[in-house]
């Protein structure tokens, strides 16, 4: 499927320090393709206006482009209404309305909220304000040495005060897909609500909010082949609707006086201010590709060039990977002994090939494995075995360096 694929991703052809690009940072953010940004640039060209409030017919088309994004991310995670589609700026927005508005509606001083130690900032900081704010208790479930959460730990960790549970579907640093079916059962059974942080899922995976069973879900457009800046927060429509609105402004209002402001139907009510209409309807664009493409293809594709990946890397003397679970996606983190991650990511990047390192944004797991940093590869549907030979290649270079 490769050729084709690539021929859609423009930047992919590029060269940096006049080699050919090696680009291994997607679950930073993926490339994206031709469709994607030329619907960005015929937006703007030809139906850019404000949404919901025009008459005219440019801002009326742009609603319903708008809104037609809404109804095709509600198909794409099987969710049961678009009242249960809200735009974010991205996973972290999302999950800072939840933690702030779900935690005012649902949580009381001394309630527990569970997280696991494999979650990124974004999932762990917004529920910290709000223990500073109202006191709640943050529990954590560890992770195992081969990278999964604890289970037995976890069910330990209810108690009847236990109201969220806040999980990664997928960690985006050990690639653990992690059993969020059983952990919905789990949570609901102690009377608890599931979140699910799926940003490094939606691009990989089919993910449907209703099989999964999960009360809320976020995720980012930019790692899913859409634009950077819009996000999507989906929560239980009867949940949502006992919610707080997140944020005051345009939009969000049904009627607004000094003396009392009442608010907008749903998903409306949390999205307040001019919404980012373009990247709504790239995102759309960007989930048809994904399905023009088939999500089942990039699954198996990206499953096998990791399986490839880890097979690689393991024959690399020194070259420590972290995460080791049976069920897995596109990431492969990994140390070698003596040379420090910053190095040899600096190195790699000379070599044209573009991986991340750091603690990337999961500095209690970093803490868990006792270590500052790794590196980390990650593929998405353009990658191929050649790019993966070419990093393993490179690696052994910069060690001859060290
Ligand atoms: N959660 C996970 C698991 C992630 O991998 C990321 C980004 O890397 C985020 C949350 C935050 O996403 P964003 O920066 O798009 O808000």
């Known amino acids: 499927m490769n050729a084709t694929i690539r021929a859609d991703f423009p930047i992919l052809s590029r060269k940096v320090y006049n080699r050919p690009l090696v680009y291994l940072d997607n679950a930073a953010t993926v490339q994206k393709p031709r469709c994607v940004v030329e619907a960005i640039s015929q937006e703007y060209y030809n139906s850019n206006a404000n949404v919901h409030r025009g008459v005219h017919f440019l801002s009326q088309q742009a609603t319903e482009l708008h809104e037609a994004a809404r109804e095709r991310v509600r198909q794409f995670i099987n969710a049961r209404s678009t009242a249960e589609i809200i735009f974010t700026r991205g996973t972290t ?110 691009p990989h995976r089919r993910v449907d909010v209703q099989a999964l069973g999960c009360d809320f879900l976020a995720f980012s457009g930019h790692k899913t082949y859409g634009a950077t800046g819009i996000g999507v927060l989906y929560g239980r429509e009867d949940l949502l609707e006992q919610m707080p609105p997140y944020q005051g402004g345009g939009e969000m209002i049904a009627r607004v006086s000094f003396e009392r402001t009442t608010y907008e139907q749903l ?49 690399i003397n020194g070259l420590r990977i972290y995460g080791h679970t049976p069920e897995r996606e596109s990431v492969v983190s990994f140390n070698i002994a003596g040379i420090h991650p910053l190095d040899l ?28 940093g790794m590196a980390r590869a990650s593929v998405a549907l353009y990658n191929t075995r050649e790019e993966i030979d070419s990093l393993c290649e490179s690696i052994e270079r910069v060690k001859k360096m060290f």
């Open 93 to 202: 927005e999302s999950l800072n309305l939840l933690a702030t508005s779900a935690g005012e509606a649902f949580l009381k001083e001394g309630d527990e909220v569970v997280l696991s130690q494999m979650e990124h900032h974004s999932n762990i900081v917004p529920w910290q304000l709000l223990r500073d704010r109202k006191g709640i208790v943050i529990k954590v479930c560890p992770v195992t040495d081969e990278g999964s959460l604890d289970l037995v730990a976890l069910t330990q960790l209810f108690t009847p005060r236990t109201r969220i549970v806040s999980l990664c579907h997928v960690s985006n640093v050990l690639g653990t897909v992690n059993p969020i079916r059983e952990i919905a059962a789990m949570a609901h059974a102690h009377g608890a609500l599931l979140c699910v942080d799926a940003a490094q899922s939606v």
């Open 267 to 315: 998903p409306y009510k949390f999205e307040a201010g001019t919404p980012d209409y373009v990247g709504s309807h790239a995102l759309s664009v960007a989930l048809d590709y994904i399905d023009s493409v088939g999500l089942d293809k990039i699954q198996a594709h990206e499953q096998q060039l990791t399986a490839y990946a880890i097979k690689r890397l393991s024959a």
């Open 345 to 372: 990511g600096t190195l790699l990047d000379r070599l044209g090939i573009a991986i991340r390192t750091g603690h990337h944004c999961a500095q209690p797991l970093m803490t868990r494995f006792g270590v500052e």
